[in-house]
């Protein structure tokens, strides 16, 4: 079961562009915070715990970067750089 809602926030309109994915439901955990980027860490059971990593390696590969932090809810920031 899915509670809340999921907003996109646009940070800059040229490169780098920043981003944060924000939702309003219970957050991460604060002591799971530091381990979320992890191989095979999950929260949920039954889920592989690859996703976060997957995004946080293919955004490196094209200069960008992801962090997590709690405001309301789970906020993701995501930057990319122009490689255009």
């Given amino acids: 079961m899915v509670v809340g809602s999921i907003a996109l926030i646009p940070g800059f309109v040229a490169f780098p562009l920043a981003a944060v994915l924000r ?3 219970a957050g991460v955990p ?3 915070l ?3 980027f992890f191989p095979f860490y999950t929260g949920r ?3 592989p715990g ?3 990593l997957m995004v946080q390696k293919v955004l490196g590969l094209y200069g960008g970067s992801i ?3 709690n ?3 789970a906020c993701f920031e995501f930057t990319l750089r122009d490689y255009g």
């Fill in 23 to 25: 939702d309003n439901g």
């Fill in 30 to 32: 604060v002591e799971d």
């Fill in 34 to 36: 530091d381990s979320i």
């Fill in 45 to 47: 059971k039954g889920r």
């Fill in 50 to 52: 690859l996703g976060l």
């Fill in 67 to 69: 962090r997590a932090y």
């Fill in 71 to 73: 405001d309301d809810g």
